[in-house]
């Protein structure tokens, strides 16, 4: 089925970030605007915010969760799932 992008369109880069982070992610530096993680098995994903506030567009949002980190549906649960609770409805 895929990712409902539509739950997850308020996610800012702060909350990207920290699922990054507990999926095992190190940040291994930036320039400007850009923040690049690199896992221990080679995925590598680059995170673009001015602001930790910043959300994304839904295309950048599955460039970087599908595209880059490889996240399927399953893997976006854990990582992401307290962000999804704290989120009015």
């Known amino acids: 089925m895929g990712i409902n ?24 530096g930036g320039k400007g605007s850009h923040r690049r993680f690199q896992h221990k098995d080679g995925r590598r994903v680059t995170v673009s915010c001015h602001a930790l506030s910043d959300t994304f567009p839904p295309k950048t949002l599955k460039t970087i969760l599908e595209g880059q980190a490889c996240w399927t549906e399953d893997d976006c649960i854990t990582p992401l799932m307290f962000t999804i609770q704290l989120q009015p409805e």
Request: proline residues 0%; aromatic residues 8%.
């Open 5 to 28: 992008y539509a739950n997850l369109r308020s996610l800012t880069a702060r909350e990207v970030i920290t699922a990054l982070l507990q999926d095992g992610f190190v940040l291994r």
